[in-house]
């Protein structure tokens, strides 16, 4: 079941996205020193959000740094940031030191919405970074952030609440 969800529905529309719209380079790295520096308009486009894109990804984080920054500005209560329902986090296949963050992390992005339901961290099973790799059509999935009212995950977001307890830190 999880496997279909995460490559037929919910996801899919991002790889197909990326397959269709992007182009990925053969160029060698730069020598060193000699690293092309990118403005921050081309790193922001190089995330792959456009007017053509799939809704969906207005409502996801991907990636390590994108999700912390994402957890850390919640806990810092910035304005203007959609909250997070939850973390998923493909702990098979990735050393502990990567993820163990999370669960303070979560905890103090909770409290700054406290009107809110908590933000739920996700452990998925192994062979789980694989289909998410193959769903999104990206070389690596280390964190998936979800975001409340995410189109076509509302089955996934009440799920979620549902059966993942809150994170509890002693």
Do not use: W
């Amino acid at each position: 079941m999880a496997n279909s969800y995460c490559e037929d529905s919910f996801l899919s529309p991002v790889g197909d996205y990326r397959r269709q719209h992007l182009s990925f380079s053969n160029e060698k790295p730069a020598k060193k020193g000699k690293k092309r520096k990118r403005s921050i308009k081309e790193t922001f486009a190089s995330t792959f959000i456009d007017s053509a894109s799939p809704e969906v990804l207005e409502f996801m984080t991907v990636g390590f740094n994108t999700t912390t920054r994402h957890l850390e500005d919640l806990a810092q209560k910035c304005t203007g940031k959609k909250p997070l329902v939850a973390i998923f986090v493909p702990h098979a296949e990735q050393p502990k030191i990567l993820h163990s963050h999370l669960p303070v992390l979560i905890k103090a992005a909770s409290l700054g919405s406290p009107s809110l339901p908590p933000i739920r961290l996700v452990p998925l099973a192994s062979g789980a970074e694989a289909r998410l790799i193959k769903a999104l059509g990206i070389p690596r999935v280390g964190l998936i952030g979800l975001m409340d009212n995410a189109p076509a995950a509302s089955q996934l977001i009440q799920l979620t609440r549902t059966h993942v307890p809150v994170v509890e830190i002693p």
